[in-house]
């Protein structure tokens, strides 16, 4: 069944793949302008270890952004449910934070935070906390009276309720706020090397661009969008393991707001 | 023999002004079943609720075992009208619940919870999440897990109201076998004069809001109660006796 759903989607890339081979060879369109697939696929391996050598200051601040994002995102939203001050006086502030654009931000923060990891990570961070917040504080908050009342006529705490009821409950939505998180945390990276950066995969595709080379420029785009599948592959999969109880729809959840 | 459960004049009204209860007053001795009988919304369950130390009484005193209620007690078990069973669990893990929140060792409470769920006919299913079980199977489980502690009182809040009608008389029956084997005081909070009559001791009609306890009647039929009492001439004589006191209560 999961192995039948994958096998659409991947004809029609490849339906895709094999239109624009063939547009760009009947119309002779510049390489400049557009390479041919076959020729991106070839530089992706001829260059691969240049490729690599950006990729991984790329993927380990991804995962770094992400996973900041995530304590975070849960600290943040375990505080809007028990606390009325942070509630009320900070969560419409965050709502309005997000008004932001965070792109827009990203030279403000190389002047604050440096050149270095730091301001990257921020950045990362600044983008892919959100999701995070908004889809925990909605699990924790979401749990059926009837499953306090249980737990408080069996003398539950307040700290028992959270670990046993409120926490567990929100699992599905905190992975759904997850897997947003994971592609966020890839464009917040992507945009800080764009900005200032001397490596990375951000990095590469704006050199490559100012050497009007863009044959390597996409083989960074392809590498950089495989990385971002397989990380959110790496999200769903635990997914899998971690909300065993959630019936499976289609359709992948998130109560993104 | 000192009462179990002791209802002093007590009375509801919720912060908005709405009175639910206006005042109950009565005694469970230990052991018996006793019903509290009335029609939808007649604050029957808040009652049962103020019982088990989840709401405050605005007025009146309720006492459990000699002490005054001042919030939920470790030797009770309540049932609610839903399972609320905790869907990443499995059935056994369910049952244990009152065991890890009232800080017991699981390892003493294992057998018992094995015990509760062969008695209640659900052992097969100890190792399945409750997505896996039906309505009735579910609501079994919840009456196993208010058991696991070996409370002394049982609160049950309409527990098989969900329930289909042939399901729903099978359960009152296990649940007689239960209770008879483990002697537990049992209030029960029901909408159904049937199920009233067929499983309790003694019987409490509540009038419609502000409640008070209008009639009261003591169920002589023999134990154990049998499916074909339901068609005896005394036990519809309860019916229609706590018929007739719920439509004086209701009549305007």
Redesign the interface.
């Known amino acids: 069944m999961r192995g039948r759903s994958l096998l659409w989607p991947l004809a029609v890339t490849l339906a895709a793949l094999v239109a624009w081979e063939a547009v760009v060879a009947a119309l002779r369109v510049k390489t400049l302008l557009l390479p041919r697939p076959s020729l991106v696929a070839g530089v992706l391996w001829s260059r691969a270890p240049l490729i690599l050598e950006h990729m991984w200051p790329t993927f380990y601040q991804i995962v770094l952004g992400f996973l900041l994002s995530l304590v975070g995102g849960v600290v943040v939203a375990v505080l809007l449910t028990y606390s009325e001050i942070v509630r009320k006086g900070f969560y419409p502030l965050i709502v309005v934070s997000q008004i932001v654009p965070k792109v827009a931000v990203a030279p403000l923060f190389v002047v604050w935070f440096g050149l270095g990891d730091l301001s990257r990570l921020l950045l990362a961070f600044l983008i892919a906390f959100f999701p995070i917040v908004i889809n925990t504080a909605t699990g924790l908050t979401s749990v059926?009276d009837?499953?306090v009342?249980?737990?408080?006529?069996?003398?539950?705490t307040r700290r028992?309720i959270f670990t046993?009821?409120r926490l567990?409950h929100a699992?599905p939505l905190i992975f759904g706020g997850m897997k947003i998180s994971i592609t966020l945390a890839v464009i917040g990276v992507v945009v800080a090397e764009f900005v200032a950066a001397q490596r990375g995969i951000g990095y590469l595709i704006v050199m490559a661009n100012g050497l009007l080379d863009t044959p390597l420029m996409m083989a960074a785009i392809a590498a950089l969008s495989l990385m971002g599948l397989a990380l959110y592959g790496v999200v769903a999969g635990l997914e899998r393991l971690v909300v065993?109880?959630q019936?499976r729809t289609e359709t992948p959840r998130g109560g993104f707001a | 023999m000192r009462d179990s459960v002791v209802v002093d004049g007590v009375g509801k009204t919720y912060a908005g002004g709405v009175e639910a209860i206006r005042e109950a007053r009565f005694r469970v001795a230990p052991g018996e079943f006793l019903s509290l009988l009335g029609p939808s919304g007649c604050g029957k369950s808040t009652l049962l609720?103020m019982i088990?130390?989840?709401l405050a009484p605005s007025r009146g005193s309720i006492r459990v075992d000699d002490a005054e209620v001042q919030?939920?007690?470790?030797d009770?078990g309540?049932v609610?009208q839903?399972p609320?069973l905790?869907?990443?669990r499995t059935v056994l893990d369910n049952v244990l619940?009152?065991v890890?929140?009232?800080r017991l060792r699981r390892t003493d409470y294992a057998r018992r919870a094995r015990d509760l769920l062969s008695m209640a006919k659900v052992d097969d299913f100890a190792a399945k999440?409750p997505?896996e079980l039906s309505g009735g199977m579910k609501q079994r489980v919840a009456i196993c897990r208010a058991l696991v502690?070996d409370p002394a009182l049982l609160l049950m809040d309409e527990p098989f109201s969900a329930l289909d009608a042939m399901t729903r008389d099978q359960m009152g029956l296990e649940l007689l076998r239960i209770w008879d084997v483990h002697k537990k005081t049992v209030v029960f909070v029901t909408h159904s004069i049937r199920e009233a009559v067929f499983l309790s001791d003694r019987v409490l009609v509540m009038s419609p809001r502000p409640a008070t306890i209008g009639f009261e009647t003591d169920v002589k039929l023999p134990r154990p109660r049998t499916m074909d009492m339901q068609e005896a001439d005394e036990f519809n004589r309860y019916v229609g006796l706590l018929r007739h006191s719920i439509e004086a209560g209701t009549r305007p």
Do not use: C, N, T
């Not at chain 1, 009342?149 to 539950?156: Q, V």
């Not at chain 2, 919030?71 to 470790?74: E, I, K, L, S």
């Open positions: 059926d009837d499953f009342r249980m737990a408080r006529g069996y003398m539950g028992q046993k009821i567990p699992m065993y109880w019936v | 609720m088990a130390g989840l919030g939920p007690r470790r009770v309540i609610f839903s609320v905790l869907p990443w619940l009152p890890e929140m009232l999440l997505h502690h």
